[in-house]
T-cell receptor
Framework: ETGVTQTPRHLVMGMTNKKSLKCEQH?????MYWYKQSAKKPLELMFV???????ENNSVPSRFSPECPNSSHLFLHLHTLQPEDSALYLC??????????????FGPGTRLTVL | AQSVAQPEDQVNVAEGNPLTVKCTYSVSGNPYLFWYVQYPNRGLQFLLKYITGDNLVKGSYGFEAEFNKSQTSFHLKKPSALVSDSALYFC???????????FGGGTRVLVKP
């Protein structure tokens, strides 16, 4: 598809579990993003990394912990989640950091269900 | 602050008829506008963007969008809709370099045979 892959595609976890979502981009981009997509709500930007440095954190609860070991990989570590965290988690990447003409390309998402 | 409104939750259209998905925005300064499409169980796919220049922007899959500064709108259009165009469409705006992309709530398009 777009050169951005996410694993797993589906994840069911209990509130006491610890899991991680993985995103990999094959586009040579320098910026990566995590979004949360819930039913009947606009996409919520969670985190932004540019050149492996976190440049934005939109008041996300600490039970979500991002990690960007290099410009091609992005992780979202999850622990002690709540049922309201159930959503589609989308990863995106873009070419030039945060330039005005920058276009974000999205992965297929991980459908997370918290029991 | 910046915001995007997609006033229609759903648009129904017959196959072969013109399709329009509405988007209005609010931003200070020049807007940079984007359209994405999301098919079931998939991520968002980039369709087109307006940065500057010609107000009519052509994108993927026969879609186009018209930027109207006076009406602060960026409506998505397709002259002849296909059943395969049935999906969720998102409009998004960015104000300037370093600013985040703000998405509208999405419009579901249903094209009936």
């Amino acid at each position: 598809e777009t050169g951005v892959t996410q694993t797993p595609r589906h994840l069911v976890m209990g509130m006491t579990n610890k899991k991680s979502l993985k995103c990999e981009q094959h586009l040579g981009h320098n910026a990566m993003y995590w979004y949360k997509q819930s039913a009947k709500k606009p996409l919520e930007l969670m985190f932004v990394y540019s050149l492996e440095e976190r440049v934005e954190n939109n008041s996300v609860p600490s039970r979500f912990s991002p990690e960007c070991p290099n410009s091609s990989h992005l992780f979202l570590h999850l622990h002690t989640l709540q049922p309201e965290d159930s959503a589609l988690y989308l990863c995106a990447s873009s070419q030039g950091g945060l330039g005005v003409t920058d276009t974000q390309y999205f992965g297929p998402g991980t459908r997370l269900t918290v029991l | 602050a910046q915001s995007v409104a997609q006033p229609e939750d759903q648009v129904n259209v017959a196959e072969g008829n013109p399709l329009t998905v509405k988007c209005t925005y609010s931003v200070s300064g020049n807007p940079y506008l984007f359209w994405y499409v999301q098919y079931p169980n998939r991520g968002l796919q980039f369709l087109l963007k307006y940065i500057t220049g010609d107000n009519l922007v052509k994108g993927s899959y026969g879609f186009e969008a018209e930027f109207n500064k006076s009406q602060t709108s960026f409506h998505l259009k397709k002259p002849s809709a296909l059943v395969s165009d049935s999906a969720l469409y998102f409009c998004a705006v960015r104000k300037a370099a370093g600013n985040k992309l703000t998405f509208g709530g999405g419009t579901r398009v249903l094209v009936k045979p």
